[in-house]
């Protein structure tokens, strides 16, 4: 079978390196770049890797474009420090025939998200471009969740296994409810939202939390995990109104020293 190579981008991952470098000790090869860890992190990486790299942070695309040009082999597993790969995707993946492989560009699977220890359904399937040719595909640029596209939609295709998210983790509230790591990334999204044309009207904050609110609890199922989901969904909402605020505030910036 045609090898495959993992990486694995981190930073300051210690209490989830280990079981992601562990779900996949399947492939061939296992790239970890660290971006400047202060914790336990590198040394326990470094028992699991084949390459350690030290890399500054380029951003969340950049980075692990960079990882996978470490790569000694083409196909190209691409995990987050607090992922796992679970057995039934490590099975599926070591199936695939040179065939299967020659015919296609990207294989996406499922991620299951998990917060507080418990399974986030109304997020599922969230399909993730993770198996990869590093040279029949084009990375894309966006600031938080990047993607890998085919050179051709009709070379992608899904499996059925999937990869957990926080599956290990042992952060809880700060984790997921942290002010400073939220402003930051709210930024880094308005900031992008704003390059890329987009502005913020009233209607989109009186109407855009409410709605965000109301889609992650009814349309998605949120309610059927109860409190849980209520907690989630308001999470949601108040996350799309900083989202909108930020951009409005960029915006008017803008407007001022024009």
């Known amino acids: 079978m045609t090898s495959i190579s993992a990486v694995i981008c981190c930073q300051n991952a210690e209490d989830t390196i280990g079981p992601a470098c562990a779900s996949v000790a399947w492939a061939d090869e296992l790239i970890v770049v660290d971006s400047g860890s202060t914790d336990g992190t590198a040394k326990i990486a470094r028992e699991h890797a084949d390459t350690f790299v030290v890399e500054p942070w380029r951003g969340y695309s950049q980075q692990k474009e960079y990882a ?14 607090d992922e796992t790969c679970t057995p039934a995707l490590a099975e599926e993946i070591r199936g695939l025939s040179d065939a299967d492989l020659a015919a296609r560009d990207v294989y996406l699977m499922k991620r299951r998200n998990f917060i507080f220890g418990r ?22 640029g966006d600031v938080l969740h990047e993607n890998r596209l085919p050179s051709d939609a009709g070379r992608q295709q899904r499996l059925d296994g999937a990869i957990e998210h926080k599956r290990h983790s042992q952060r809880g ?16 999204v308005a900031r992008d939202m704003h390059d890329r044309g987009r502005r913020c009207s009233t209607l989109d904050l009186l109407f855009r939390p409410w709605l965000a609110f109301m889609k992650f609890l009814i349309v998605k199922r949120g309610f059927l995990d109860g409190s849980f989901g209520v907690l ?19 915006q008017n910036d803008v407007a001022e020293r024009e």
């Open 68 to 81: 996978a040009s470490v790569a000694t082999h083409d196909w190209v597993f691409v995990l987050d420090a």
């Open 232 to 250: 989630l969904a308001q999470k949601t909402a108040v996350t799309t109104q900083l989202k909108y605020a930020a951009l409005w505030a960029i």
């Open 119 to 140: 399974h986030v359904r109304a997020w599922d399937p969230d399909w993730q471009s993770r198996l990869i040719h590093r040279e029949r595909v084009t990375w894309s």
């Open 173 to 188: 509230f700060e984790d997921y409810f942290l002010g400073s790591r939220l402003d930051a990334r709210l930024l880094m």
